[in-house]
């Protein structure tokens, strides 16, 4: 019995200490993109992050490596908040045109929200100077938003709601154009400074949808 207990009480303090590290991981990639965003990638120290988010450079090295690899999480966290959480989806599914348009309704959001400006500024500004900066952007940041991008068009293929071939390669393809026309101009010219207009996102929304749906739309 007391073997029992010490086994429980061993496992609680293990469970407690993974907590305690998720914790952290999260507080120094949340410091480090607030950062990032703030001062750029090269003018962002990991001192710096280590002061604010609290711990010791020895926490940081040894959970990240480099300021590189915690930069490629701070992307890999971005490219999961492109897309609505799950509690918050329909109990009963749409159809293709109504969940397509909420999926890029929330990466315009994302995309033109003044961070995910920021993050497109540094990318086009930095990248070209620092090679594992651009390593990171076309081999983390945008590989991970396309891979979460096929998988959901891949949901509504599967449910015949989406005519897209089976392969992964023309899955990737589909979901590599419904990123691009989201994006769009309209990105580029908000990065430029230029105002958009609540009616001006619901227009290109629409837009992008309707010519997704000529590529890719239910054939019946």
Do not use: W
Request: glycine residues 8%; aromatic residues 6%.
């Amino acid at each position: 019995m007391k073997q029992a207990l010490r086994q429980e009480g061993f496992g609680g303090n293990g469970n407690m200490r993974s907590r305690q590290l998720a914790a952290r991981r999260e507080q120094l990639i949340a410091v480090a993109e607030q950062l990032f965003l703030q001062h750029g990638f090269a003018n962002t120290s990991v001192n710096a992050i280590v002061r604010e988010a609290g711990g010791s450079l020895a926490t940081l090295y040894a959970e990240f490596g480099s300021k590189e690899t915690l930069f490629e999480s701070v992307l890999s966290e971005r490219a999961a908040r492109f897309f609505p959480e799950e509690r918050s989806a329909p109990k009963q599914p749409l159809d293709a045109q109504t969940e397509l348009r909420a999926l890029a309704t929330q990466m315009l959001k994302r995309m033109l929200s003044e961070d995910g400006l920021a993050v497109y500024r540094l990318a086009v500004h930095e990248a070209p100077r620092f090679p594992a900066l651009r390593k990171a952007v076309l081999e983390v940041g945008m590989p991970g938003l396309l891979d979460r991008t096929a998988r959901y068009l891949q949901r509504l293929a599967d449910r015949s709601v989406l005519d897209i071939e089976s392969s992964p390669a023309a899955i990737r393809l589909a979901a590599s154009r419904f990123i691009a026309l989201v994006q769009g101009q309209i990105v580029f010219s908000a990065a430029c400074g230029g105002a958009i207009s609540t009616r001006t996102r619901t227009a290109h929304v629409n837009d992008a949808i309707e010519a997704f749906l000529k590529m890719y739309g239910e054939s019946g």
